[in-house]
């Protein structure tokens, strides 16, 4: 698409919404700067009485700032810099996506409902609805005191809609773009809600910054995945959520080196299934919940070229169980739980690669209101972890405090212990009997973060919250260089990793029309291998994160503009070039929402509008260029 097309369509949405803009709002949607969260201390609370650091994404923003998908809603929020291998998450079998906070990879929980996703270290999202999107929660800082391993930089709860006495209705809806399509349908009843969905991905020739991000020209043919989604109400305190995902997409490339014999082409068709199921229970007056959760996902690779299935073909699933009571003691109030999760992987190539590993955890979080404006919360949590290479017994505290100023301003403080396993695919890609490869000798990551912050409101209208954090871990997981004998990558302990940042967040209602936002970080995210005689800090992530959006409402538009900014961010890790630094991150997105009638509405989303070239990882894939994406829904 040429630049006079872009700055058409530009100008037409701008055009829409100016040609509504005098119409009053009249839709009765209410906007709240101090949103109920559930997830930090496992009880609901109001975010200003939160000690933690909460971002808190509803199914409002993801209509209105038009994220493709849950990857795409998380990825946008300050604090969030996650990996991709193309748009909005896009994998390549187990190259998966995965939620990286504040510069610590693969150290982020992700959750549905409360059942954790993660498989083998990663969570790709690329199985959940958006339309099934009630809230996501985003939980910076420590949070494996009630959730465990995984949890060392932060924690995501996916949250999913539930069907609603009084409710019932059919919505079509059907999307065309540059480089996406999809359709499909949703029903919404008293006691039931399910979404079916079928989309479409376009070709690209070239997915990656050859010559300067990758030594490899690769490119991405066509893929279509089939989405199925359930929310079932089985009684007032039992609900029942399925989501599953069936597709297959198809990487190719051609590595280019300084002899022939270095030289190679790569052509896979990866075959993707996964599904994530589970019963929630939330009894109204007894103070337990409980969770009983399955995650499975099945990666098929085929190298075409040798018509052979690639190495990385497995078998991922888990079980999960949760239990948890609340007592109330007057103002005070103590929870206590027990967690199981059994993990199984098994490669579909090499018969020797089939193992699990059992977790068990209890787990108790007490807090004390010691007056009106002051209290505090004490966590511990005891797991025993039964691995096939080497058992743990861990132990992670955790301390938070806060201080009501007054009733709109609150001063926290939240420090917690973080542990993290091996995960099972960075085990076997090493290579048993080569010097120095022994699977035993991945050490666990652990450490601590330290946070303190202020939230802030201003008469409902205006709300404004700042945080200073330190993370100290130690034997973070990374990537070594190409072993010489095996010609692979195997996974190692990097070395030690350490950050300190400051965010500010800022939000403001103008009037019944018009609010926006701003957010802005500063960190310095660095690794030092300590193994290596004089070995100095590095710079392991970006340092400056920022967010902007402005939205307008009115009875027939809703039009969003928002930003998200990655600067000075880290080296290339697959190919260095003379200028090793990643090139900063930049994408704006446009989305307006048209009510034609009641039933009926029509979206036009422009994403990447200044067609910025993206990185979406440090190995050289790119997002998408400059897209384009127009929707229509009607509701029966």
């Given at each position: 698409m040429n630049n006079k097309m872009k700055v058409l369509m530009a100008s037409s949405a701008l055009t829409l919404a100016g040609t509504w803009g005098a119409a009053a709002w009249a839709q009765g949607e209410v906007y709240t700067l101090n949103p109920v969260v559930v997830t930090a201390q496992r009880v609901e609370k109001k975010?200003?009485?939160?000690?933690?650091?909460?971002?808190?994404?509803?199914?409002?923003?993801?209509?209105?700032?038009?994220?493709?998908?849950?990857?795409?809603?998380?990825?946008?929020?300050?604090?969030?810099?996650?990996?991709?291998?193309?748009?909005?998450?896009?994998?390549?079998?187990?190259?998966?996506?995965?939620?990286?906070?504040?510069g610590f990879d693969r150290g982020t929980l992700v959750m549905v409902n409360g059942i954790p996703m993660n498989l083998t270290g990663y969570n790709?999202?690329?199985?959940?609805?958006?339309?099934?999107i009630e809230k996501v929660e985003v939980v910076k800082g420590a949070a494996g005191t009630l959730y465990g391993a995984e949890a060392m930089g932060g924690l995501v709860n996916i949250i999913t809609k539930t069907p609603e006495e009084g409710k019932e209705h059919v919505t079509v809806k059907g999307t065309a773009g540059n480089y996406y399509n999809d359709y499909g349908i949703m029903y919404i009843g008293p006691r039931m809600i399910v979404d079916l969905k079928r989309s479409f991905d376009d070709r690209r020739t070239h997915s990656n910054d050859y010559g300067a991000g990758s030594d490899t020209d690769w490119w991405v043919g066509k893929s279509q995945s089939n989405q199925a989604a359930i929310a079932a109400k089985l009684t007032d305190d039992i609900g029942f959520?399925?989501?599953?995902?069936?597709?297959?997409?198809t990487r190719g490339g051609h590595?280019?080196?300084?002899?022939?014999?270095?030289?190679?082409?790569?052509?896979?068709?990866?075959?993707?299934?996964?599904?994530?199921?589970?019963?929630?229970?939330?009894?109204?007056?007894?103070?337990?919940?409980?969770?009983?959760?399955?995650?499975?996902?099945?990666?098929?690779?085929?190298?075409?070229?040798?018509?052979?299935?690639?190495?990385?073909?497995?078998?991922?699933?888990?079980?999960?169980?949760?239990?948890?009571?609340?007592?109330?003691?007057?103002?005070?109030?103590?929870?206590?739980?027990?967690t199981f999760k059994r993990e199984n992987y098994e490669n579909v190539v090499r018969d020797n690669q089939n193992v699990h590993r059992m977790n068990h955890a209890l787990y108790l979080s007490y807090t004390d209101v010691f007056s009106p404006k002051f209290s505090a919360t004490i966590g511990l949590r005891g797991e025993r972890i039964l691995d096939p290479f080497k058992n743990q017994n861990v132990f992670t505290p955790q301390i938070q405090t806060l201080y009501k100023i007054n009733d709109s301003?609150?001063?926290?403080?939240?420090?917690?212990?973080?542990?993290?396993m091996p995960s099972f695919s960075s085990i076997f890609y090493r290579k048993p009997g080569s010097k120095?490869?022994?699977?035993?000798?991945?050490?666990?990551?652990?450490?601590?973060?330290?946070?303190?912050?202020?939230?802030?409101?201003?008469?409902?209208?205006?709300?404004?919250?700042?945080?200073?954090?330190?993370?100290?871990?130690?034997?973070?997981?990374?990537?070594?260089?190409?072993?010489?004998?095996?010609?692979?990558?195997?996974?190692?302990?990097?070395?030690n990793f350490r950050n300190t940042g400051v965010e500010f967040a800022y939000e403001r209602k103008l009037n019944s029309h018009w609010n926006y936002a701003l957010g802005f970080g500063f960190s310095n995210p660095e690794i030092k291998d300590v193994s290596q005689k004089n070995a100095h800090w590095i710079q392991d992530s970006s340092r400056i994160d920022g967010v902007m959006s402005l939205t307008y409402r009115s009875d027939k538009v809703r039009s969003t503009l928002s930003w998200k900014y990655l600067g000075d961010r880290e080296d290339y890790t697959s190919r260095p070039s003379k200028d090793k630094q990643i090139p900063s991150l930049s994408r704006v997105t446009w989305n307006t929402i048209y009510d034609v009638t009641k039933n009926d509405s029509v979206t036009v989303t422009l994403n990447n509008l200044f067609d910025h070239k993206n990185y979406s990882n440090r190995y050289g894939n790119l997002d998408l260029p400059y897209n384009w994406r127009i929707s229509y829904s009607h509701k029966f």
């Open positions: 975010d200003l009485d939160t000690p933690a650091n909460v971002e808190v994404v509803t199914a409002k923003d993801i209509e209105e700032k038009g994220y493709k998908n849950a990857f795409d809603a998380i990825q946008s929020q300050l604090g969030v810099e996650s990996t991709g291998y193309g748009d909005a998450g896009q994998d390549f079998g187990l190259s998966s996506g995965r939620t990286v906070v504040r790709s999202l690329k199985g959940i609805p958006e339309e099934m959520n399925m989501m599953y995902q069936e597709g297959d997409i590595k280019y080196g300084k002899t022939a014999k270095l030289s190679k082409d790569y052509n896979y068709v990866y075959d993707d299934k996964r599904m994530t199921a589970g019963f929630n229970y939330a009894g109204k007056d007894n103070g337990v919940k409980a969770v009983l959760g399955y995650n499975y996902r099945s990666v098929r690779g085929t190298d075409r070229l040798k018509n052979e299935r690639v190495d990385s073909s497995a078998n991922l699933s888990s079980y999960i169980g949760d239990i948890q009571k609340t007592w109330e003691f007057g103002e005070d109030s103590l929870t206590a739980g027990y301003t609150s001063w926290y403080i939240d420090v917690g212990r973080g542990f993290q120095g490869l022994n699977p035993q000798n991945l050490k666990p990551e652990k450490g601590w973060t330290y946070e303190t912050g202020i939230k802030k409101e201003f008469n409902d209208n205006q709300s404004f919250k700042v945080s200073i954090y330190y993370m100290d871990f130690k034997n973070k997981f990374g990537w070594s260089n190409v072993d010489p004998q095996s010609g692979l990558q195997y996974a190692e302990n990097k070395g």
